[in-house]
């Protein structure tokens, strides 16, 4: 990982990280493992309701490396599409937790998934998305970080598979300044977009901007998959291991869209020895890639 004191490169590459000892003190720890560049985190359970607060002394250390590019993932319970209010409710909750806690620690972006309609229809469940997600967007202040909408895999009534799914989202969410996209590749690959066959990698991203508009592609998720295209599975494999294969990354560097924007992988294996291939990888793909 680069030094405090060192420019951010031009797409950082880095990772999803374990925060086990603090978010600063283990989250850093093992991105200078990785050789990581821009680290994301969880700030709560992903797979539970609890919202913890945070360790100022933790939270100042991470603030403190500008450096080094931070994004929060929210938990995976989150589904602002889902019939049940409790579920709605505690999805709220758990976002503005997300929200409050980035602010506290100099993060870019909060990434939430699209979601799912479960067992209503498409109309009410992005009713849902307009009345709870926008009153979340206009708490944001000016220097907090942004929303980030995470399509998903295609599979249970998601509300938000393709790229061209986000223009609903954008329009009932008044394409508000504080909402961004992050685009994960093995969502998109297994959701049909087919990145992996010539000028693949273009279409989707020239179709992303074409929706959302420029500007709005705010973090990469860089993963390979395990599976082909339009599986609608969201199954994660190593760089270049998998059904995209290596040279559709190196063509996601070449895209004005993604300039300036950091990859952040979430790629099978145990720590750190996949990662740090991973992150090699990727920034050898991004060092032979022309400027933008």
Known sequence: MTSSNSPIPACPVGAHVPVAGGLATGGLKYADKI?????????????GWALPEGRPAEDAKLRARTDVPVYIHTPYLVNFGSPSAETLAKSVATVRHSLVRGRAIGARGVVVHTGSAVS???????AQVR????PLLEEIPEDGPDLLLEPMAGQNN?????????GPFFERLEHH?????????CHAFAAGHDLAAPGGVKDTLDALVATVGEGRLKLVHANDSKDPCGSGRDRHENIGAGTIGERPF???????????????IETPGRAPEPH???VETLKRLRDAAPPS
């Open 276 to 278: 740090a291939k991973d």
């Open 35 to 47: 050789g990581a560049e821009a680290v994301q985190v969880f700030v709560s359970n992903p797979r």
């Open 250 to 264: 190196a063509d996601l560097f070449r895209h004005p869209a993604v300039a300036g924007v950091p990859f952040i």
């Open 131 to 134: 009345e709870h997600v926008l």
């Open 120 to 126: 209503q229809t498409y109309d009410a469940a992005m």
């Open 158 to 166: 998601m509300l938000c598979a393709r790229v061209e799914d986000l």
């Open 177 to 185: 300044p504080k909402l961004g996209v992050c685009f994960d590749t």
